[in-house]
């Protein structure tokens, strides 16, 4: 006989069908294991056929857009999942990667690459050995005193003083002698103003480009160095320069602008940066009298490259320093800062380009040609202080058939009453 089927007691059988139903506004809310809007709708897959620049919503779960589609305008080519009720998007990875683990964004700070400083090196080292090279050609008692450098090497020869960054030499036009702008910095006026150059650059100079680069190092020493050349022209043009006073003072300058622009992010390093820029002040101020002392520089003459190298160094790295400024002030910042470097150069070129005989902004008569007076000619009413200055051969003749071989240099840095010829 037929058995009868087996009873079944207390058994739950799972239903066999996905969760696939509607609620009452009539969109469907889909399989659990798939992202919705806010509102729990299943979003529709739209392809690539509705492209109108849409922006992916996945930032207001995640944090941000996984294909980076936080802004309209970068979707094209991309899957599009879309809620039309909420007017809610996601794009294709952020749709299928919803589930997985996304680390939170660390907080706000720079990041700080490390590059060899090799420019910042391999440029003390050279213009040090250089100077030690030919400084130690004449008696070792006074090596700390003796100038040295390129200018000594060619000391004597058809290139002697060609490589000084100078306008006029007596009235002989220099200014088409472009290769000054770049030579000056190989030549220093004794030992205490390599040292002071030299362990600036250092100093400042290896954190400097371990942190930005050989590139960037490169582009400030050049600033350094015609800024350094510009200033010195329109404040101090009638005197020679040497030394790369303006390179070390340009990456004080870039310190200051880094100092400036992330002083909220820098934290502890705040106070170490502030004791840094105060350590190199306190140098140069310590060098500086020792300079003047050994002769390395005239009195007013430690001044005009230096601020020109700090002007350039600041306003540079201002440009092109790394920050947390949003995107528009510090492209307005970069731009502004770095066209006022462009506008001081320019008004310096064209001030030198169109004055001749060479006039610095503190004059108010173009020279080329001083000499001290002898006291006789003048009845010593002036004591010591009277020369002649000319502007043309002319008068350089005049004052040279007059007193023969009586005429002296002007001392450099001096401020002098002139008489004509």
């Given at each position: 006989?037929?058995?009868?089927?087996?009873?079944?007691?207390?058994?739950?059988?799972?239903?066999?069908?996905?969760?696939?139903?509607?609620?009452?506004?009539?969109?469907?809310?889909?399989?659990?294991?798939?992202?919705?809007?806010?509102?729990?709708?299943?979003?529709?897959?739209?392809?690539?056929?509705?492209?109108?620049?849409?922006?992916?919503?996945?930032?207001?779960?995640?944090?941000?857009?996984?294909?980076?589609?936080?802004?309209?305008?970068?979707?094209?080519?991309?899957?599009?999942?879309?809620?039309?009720?909420?007017?809610?998007?996601?794009?294709?990875?952020?749709?299928?990667?919803?589930?997985?683990?996304?680390?939170?964004?660390?907080?706000?700070?720079?990041?700080?690459?490390?590059?060899?400083?090799?420019?910042?090196?391999?440029?003390?080292?050279?213009?040090?050995?250089?100077?030690?090279?030919?400084?130690?050609?004449?008696?070792?008692?006074?090596?700390?005193?003796?100038?040295?450098?390129?200018?000594?090497?060619?000391?004597?020869?058809?290139?002697?003083?060609?490589?000084?960054?100078?306008?006029?030499?007596?009235?002989?036009?220099?200014?088409?002698?472009?290769?000054?702008?770049?030579?000056?910095?190989?030549?220093?006026?004794?030992?205490?103003?390599?040292?002071?150059?030299?362990?600036?650059?250092?100093?400042?100079?290896?954190?400097?480009?371990?942190?930005?680069?050989?590139?960037?190092?490169?582009?400030?020493?050049?600033?350094?160095?015609?800024?350094?050349?510009?200033?010195?022209?329109?404040?101090?043009?009638?005197?020679?320069?040497?030394?790369?006073?303006?390179?070390?003072?340009?990456?004080?300058?870039?310190?200051?602008?880094?100092?400036?622009?992330?002083?909220?992010?820098?934290?502890?390093?705040?106070?170490?940066?502030?004791?840094?820029?105060?350590?190199?002040?306190?140098?140069?101020?310590?060098?500086?009298?020792l300079m003047a002392l050994a002769g390395a520089a005239p009195?007013?003459?430690?001044?005009?490259?230096?601020?020109?190298?700090?002007?350039?160094?600041?306003?540079?790295?201002?440009?092109?320093?790394?920050?947390?400024?949003?995107?528009?002030?510090?492209r307005a910042l970069r731009v502004g800062t770095l066209a006022?470097?462009?506008?001081?150069?320019?008004?310096?070129?064209?001030?030198?380009?169109?004055?001749?005989?060479?006039?610095?902004?503190?004059?108010?008569?173009?020279?080329?040609?001083?000499?001290?007076?002898?006291?006789?000619?003048h009845g010593d009413v002036l004591g010591n202080g009277a020369?002649?200055?000319?502007?043309?051969?002319?008068?350089?003749?005049?004052?040279?058939?007059?007193?023969?071989?009586?005429?002296?240099?002007?001392?450099?840095?001096?401020?002098?009453?002139?008489?004509?010829?």
């Amino acid at each position: 006989p037929p058995q009868a089927p087996p009873q079944l007691k207390n058994t739950f059988v799972e239903p066999d069908f996905d969760l696939h139903f509607r609620v009452d506004d009539g969109f469907d809310i889909g399989p659990p294991d798939l992202p919705k809007c806010p509102r729990n709708h299943t979003l529709r897959p739209l392809g690539r056929t509705r492209d109108n620049g849409w922006s992916c919503d996945g930032k207001a779960f995640k944090g941000s857009c996984r294909a980076h589609l936080d802004a309209r305008g970068k979707s094209y080519g991309v899957n599009r999942f879309r809620c039309e009720l909420c007017d809610y998007d996601l794009c294709e990875q952020c749709y299928w990667g919803w589930r997985d683990p996304v680390v939170p964004p660390d907080p706000p700070r720079l990041t700080a690459p490390r590059h060899e400083p090799i420019v910042v090196v391999v440029q003390s080292m050279v213009v040090f050995v250089w100077w030690f090279a030919t400084a130690v050609q004449g008696p070792l008692n006074s090596v700390a005193l003796r100038p040295g450098g390129l200018e000594s090497m060619l000391e004597g020869g058809p290139a002697e003083g060609k490589t000084l960054f100078c306008l006029h030499t007596d009235c002989n036009d220099c200014r088409t002698e472009v290769w000054r702008w770049w030579t000056y910095q190989l030549t220093h006026n004794g030992m205490a103003h390599i040292l002071n150059n030299v362990v600036l650059l250092l100093f400042l100079g290896v954190p400097l480009e371990a942190y930005y680069g050989w590139l960037f190092t490169v582009a400030l020493v050049n600033v350094g160095l015609l800024l350094g050349a510009v200033v010195h022209a329109l404040l101090d043009g009638h005197r020679a320069l040497a030394g790369m006073s303006g390179v070390s003072y340009a990456f004080v300058g870039a310190h200051a602008a880094h100092f400036v622009l992330n002083f909220r992010v820098l934290g502890r390093y705040r106070i170490l940066q502030l004791v840094l820029l105060i350590l190199c002040a306190a140098f140069d101020l310590m060098m500086a009298p020792l300079m003047a002392l050994a002769g390395a520089a005239p009195a007013g003459g430690l001044v005009a490259d230096r601020l020109g190298g700090y002007l350039g160094g600041f306003l540079f790295g201002l440009g092109l320093e790394r920050s947390l400024l949003a995107k528009r002030p510090r492209r307005a910042l970069r731009v502004g800062t770095l066209a006022a470097c462009l506008v001081l150069f320019a008004f310096g070129a064209v001030w030198i380009a169109t004055h001749w005989p060479p006039q610095t902004l503190r004059e108010s008569v173009s020279w080329c040609w001083c000499r001290r007076l002898p006291a006789e000619m003048h009845g010593d009413v002036l004591g010591n202080g009277a020369y002649a200055r000319c502007a043309d051969q002319d008068c350089v003749d005049s004052w040279t058939n007059r007193t023969a071989n009586q005429l002296q240099q002007c001392e450099e840095g001096d401020i002098w009453p002139s008489l004509g010829p």
